[in-house]
């Protein structure tokens, strides 16, 4: 079965460095995620990506994150400068048209 | 995005039948009722929707009142496996996730 992967699964980075968070969403599917779950609080979402631009963000995804598609098949995060408070668990998920989110097993991000 | 309200926590006995309410008075026409789950620390897995009729796959069943201000997911066999956190959603383009139901099946 077809499923959504993340690379890598914990990363560890110092407060202000760059991180990019990779995800291969399923191929054929048209309709890119991500969401973050800091420890013990609830699944939040950050963005979802159609036809190669944002079709939604939340207050969360301000201008230190942004997302891209550079070849087709990977979907990556990035956050410019981290601050201790992106420690979190961040998912990407995908679908297709039909409306069911395929989730990845997440990447756990620590900063330090 | 129409709000939904679950209960916190529930136990279940391994092989019986676990009923899980939710409540979303306000889901307008147009919205879906998504069913996903966490199991600890792992990406949310989708389980079942519905719109207005009653849905039943693989994993589960989803009963939907006539009105829609609330629905039950029923797990028809629950097994050790199936302790996680269940999450009722009424929003498709997003998910919103609230805090879900902690079910724990118990030997």
């Known amino acids: 079965e077809p499923e959504v992967t993340q690379t890598p699964s914990h990363q560890v980075t110092q407060m202000g460095q760059e991180v990019i968070l990779r995800c291969v969403p399923i191929?054929?599917?048209?309709?890119f995620y991500w969401y973050r779950q800091i420890l013990g609080q609830k699944v939040e979402f950050l963005v979802s990506?159609?036809?190669?631009?944002?079709?939604?963000k939340s207050e969360i995804f301000d201008d230190q994150f942004s997302v891209e598609r550079p070849d087709g098949s990977n979907f990556t995060l990035k956050i410019r400068s981290t601050k201790l408070e992106d420690s979190a668990m961040y998912f990407c998920?995908?679908?297709?048209?039909?409306?069911?989110?395929?989730f990845g097993p997440g990447t756990r991000l620590t900063v330090t | 995005d129409a709000k939904t309200t679950q209960p916190p926590s529930m136990d279940c006995a391994e092989g019986r039948a676990a009923n899980l309410p939710c409540n979303h008075s306000?889901?307008?026409?147009?919205?879906?009722v998504y069913w996903y789950r966490q199991i600890h620390s792992q990406g949310p897995q989708y389980i079942i929707h519905?719109?207005?009729n009653n849905e039943t796959n693989e994993m589960a069943s989803l009963i939907i009142t006539e009105d829609r201000k609330s629905s039950t997911l029923i797990l028809p066999h629950a097994t050790l496996r199936d302790t996680a956190v269940y999450y009722c959603?009424?929003?498709?383009?997003?998910?919103?996730f609230g805090a879900g139901t902690t079910v724990t099946v118990r030997a």
């Open positions: 191929s054929n599917h048209l309709y």
């Open positions: 990506f159609y036809n190669n631009e944002i079709s939604e």
């Open positions: 519905g719109l207005k």
């Open positions: 998920a995908s679908r297709d048209r039909i409306y069911e989110q395929y």
């Open positions: 959603i009424v929003r498709v383009i997003k998910l919103s």
């Open positions: 306000t889901i307008s026409g147009n919205e879906y």
